[in-house]
């Protein structure tokens, strides 16, 4: 077990992290596209929800 451990701190050294400008730049780039889908897939049901209204009003 203490073996494993001396190799993940060993791998650890080994990772290249990234800036902190690089990293809030791609946070916000996912937020963003986070919102925009849930904007387009609430838009879609939506759409859909009213055509399914419509069809059972009648």
């Known amino acids: ?5 001396k190799n993940v701190a060993a791998e650890m050294k ?5 800036s902190l400008d690089q ?3 791609e ?3 996912v937020i963003a596209l986070s919102a925009l889908f ?3 897939i609430g838009g879609f049901d939506w759409i859909l929800q009213q055509g399914v209204d419509l069809l059972l009003a009648h």
Not at 14 to 18: G, R
């Open 23 to 25: 990293t809030t730049k």
């Open 1 to 5: 077990m203490i073996t494993y451990f």
């Open 38 to 40: 849930a904007l387009i």
């Open 27 to 29: 946070t916000v780039a």
């Open 14 to 18: 080994k990772v290249t992290w990234l």
